[in-house]
């Protein structure tokens, strides 16, 4: 079998154009869409994702607001920053771009930011709600795995899901969402015993664990579907998943590509959320 490669590209662009007919709407409605960026420190990688969501900002009509900070800034005028942002009526989404200089503690960064305003979904609020099943911002890159599934028509409904990787960001909440699209999800760590069998068992596999080409193509079930969402640069330099891309689509009968599977959508998903967040601040949702 050879699998049907999932284009997170064009279905990124679909969402945006999308979010620019929405942006539109509310503007005409008197709500301008508003979303903070805020960097601190010259992180090449934070500065490149930065630049990109400012460019996608750009491009759908919401407003961005960027907020450079040194290196040396300190965790109350950080807060401080935050808490500027969490009051502003134009500001309708705020971001601060991870990981942050050692002397700033990012819980408590991502804890000062007003729920309302989580629109990367990494407040614990956030999190708990998606935990007992109430509406929420939900974080930006298993979000955008969800959509993958759905507009492939992929119904998770009593598939075996297999999560590869437990972080806060992507792994649980991928997992949680999985479960409430009805799957059957089992969550694998660097701890978990016999991790090959447990991919082999899985009608669908979400890999995000950050080590280049680990999931070897021969763990992939016959037809099982498989979402990459690692990024990892090669000693060569190029851009790998977690997955040994072209041994796995041999197997698999759906796989995103890495470049232009996964990663696409997370911006996708950081857009529709600023969006949700402006309607509900007007009323409008
Ligand atoms: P983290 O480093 O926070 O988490 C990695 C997870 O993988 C941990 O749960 C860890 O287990 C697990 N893990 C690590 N090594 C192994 C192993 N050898 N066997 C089994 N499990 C292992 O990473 P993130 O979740 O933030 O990111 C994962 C990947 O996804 C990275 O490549 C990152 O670049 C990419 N990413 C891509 C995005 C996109 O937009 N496409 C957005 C966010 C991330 P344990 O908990 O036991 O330590």
């Known amino acids: 079998m050879t699998a049907k490669i999932i ?8 969402r945006r154009a999308a979010v620019a007919v929405r942006v539109a709407e509310l503007k005409a409605a008197g709500v301008a869409p ?32 960027s907020y450079e900070l040194p290196e040396t800034t300190t965790q109350d ?7 500027e ?5 134009d500001v309708h989404g705020v971001l601060v771009q991870f990981p942050l200089p050692a002397h ?21 609020e956030s999190i708990g709600r998606l935990v007992v099943g109430k509406d929420t911002f939900v974080s930006c890159t298993p979000a955008g795995v969800m959509v993958l599934l759905e507009e492939s028509g992929i119904d998770l409904t009593g598939k075996d899901v297999l999560v590869l990787g437990r972080s806060n960001n992507v792994g649980k909440p991928a997992a949680l ?13 660097s701890r978990t015993r016999d991790l090959a069998d447990h991919v082999r068992a899985a009608d669908v ?18 037809g099982a579907v498989v979402i990459d969402v690692g990024i990892n640069r090669t000693e060569d330099g190029r851009l790998v998943g977690d997955v040994e891309f072209e041994t796995a689509k041999e197997r698999a009968s759906a796989i995103t590509p890495v ?11 950081l857009l529709e959320n600023t969006v949700k967040s402006a309607a509900r601040s007007a009323g409008v949702e």
């Open 7 to 14: 284009d997170g590209k064009a279905i990124a662009a679909k």
């Open 34 to 65: 508003g979303l903070a960026v805020v960097i601190v420190g010259a992180d090449p990688a934070s500065q490149v994702y930065v630049r990109n969501k400012h460019k996608a900002c750009e491009e759908t009509g919401i407003h961005s607001f």
């Open 77 to 83: 005028e950080l807060l401080a920053l935050v808490t």
């Open 85 to 89: 942002l969490n009051a502003r009526d």
């Open 104 to 124: 700033i503690d990012e819980d408590a960064v991502i804890e000062a930011i007003d729920i309302g305003k989580d629109v990367d979904g990494f407040h614990p």
């Open 177 to 189: 969402l999985a479960l409430a699209r009805n799957a059957t999800v089992t969550v694998c760590h």
């Open 205 to 222: 596999v979400i890999v995000a664990i950050g080590r280049p080409e680990m999931v070897k193509g021969d763990w992939i079930g016959e």
């Open 259 to 269: 470049p232009g599977g996964v990663g696409p959508m997370t911006i996708a998903m």
